[in-house]
């Protein structure tokens, strides 16, 4: 884990008296700084500035820190309903080793519950403060465009992270270049739908009852009818949290298939060189 936070440059990636600026720097160069400050060969100088512009903690992680994937795309997780835990960190290295640079935003600043009581708490602290959350995911955003000069931008999430990527997706209708939502609250109002202009892949298990598949099925039907470039799959015998390894209801089969059909989705929308990035 890292707190990614602009210590030693400014947002605008200019740097201070005792720093040089960003603009021009190579992709090798940011993925050393990664590797660098994650394993703590380097530090800020002088300490956080009144200027400094930080950061929720999250979990980033790269290929072998490779220079390819910083330069080909970035993808942003959004955390599971307990939080920032070692699942969406698993799930964070594990799109790494897909050959992306992927960033885990803690939306309950880094928070992790232990029990189902203690994750509610965080829920309804996190629902209580919505300009908080736009601020974090803007920042997020924000970093990955400015800082990891990702030139193409996804967002995924799982459960309560599911319903977030939803929310990046219209807070940057124009901007995010595809979304991946896992069993997340689905929004069926035609007129909060109409400004989204992202690509949208999602997995809603037949058998959550948090989530009625009724619900799905009117936002599916809204996204259709609204022309949007969206698939909203219905996993058949698959229950709420249906690719969590860590819970009760993991379906090995179902997540599987559905994150082979994430993966060719990212491919498709993210990866540079592929025909839909050469439209």
């Not at 884990?1 to 040089?20: S, T």
């Not at 990046?168 to 007129?191: H, S």
């Not at 609204?226 to 015998?237: C, F, M, Q, S």
């Amino acid at each position: 884990d890292v707190r990614a936070c602009a210590m030693c440059h400014y947002p605008n990636g200019k740097g201070r008296p005792e720093n040089a600026g960003l603009a021009g720097l190579p992709a090798e160069y940011f993925v050393q700084q990664m590797a660098d400050f994650r394993s703590g060969a380097r530090a800020c100088h002088g300490g956080p500035r009144a200027t400094t512009y930080r950061l929720k903690p999250y979990t980033i992680a790269s290929p072998s820190m490779s220079a390819e994937s910083a330069t080909s795309a970035v993808e942003r997780a959004r955390t599971d309903w307990v939080g920032l835990d070692e699942n969406i960190k698993a799930m964070t290295r594990r799109r790494a080793g897909e050959g992306y640079v992927a960033l885990a935003v803690g939306l309950y600043g880094g928070a992790a519950a232990q029990t189902p009581e203690a994750a509610q708490a965080l829920m309804a602290a996190l629902v209580a403060e919505p300009d908080s959350v736009r601020n974090n995911l803007t920042q997020a955003y924000d970093y990955l465009e400015k800082y990891a000069l990702a030139p193409r931008i996804a967002t995924i999430g799982w459960c309560l992270g599911g319903g977030y990527s939803l929310q990046a997706a219209l807070l940057y209708p124009d901007a995010l270049d595809a979304m991946v939502m896992y069993y997340g609250q689905v929004i069926t109002d035609r007129g909060r739908l109409a400004p989204l202009n992202v690509p949208v892949l999602g997995f809603f298990g037949a058998e959550d009852e948090s989530i009625p598949v009724a619900e799905v099925q009117q936002f599916r039907s809204t996204l259709n009818d609204l022309g949007k470039n969206a698939e909203v799959l219905i996993v058949p015998r698959a229950d709420h949290a249906f690719a969590n390894p860590s819970g009760g209801n993991y379906n090995e089969q179902a997540a599987t298939e559905a994150w082979q059909t994430t993966l060719t989705f990212l491919e498709r929308h993210l990866k540079l060189g592929t025909a839909a990035a050469a439209l």
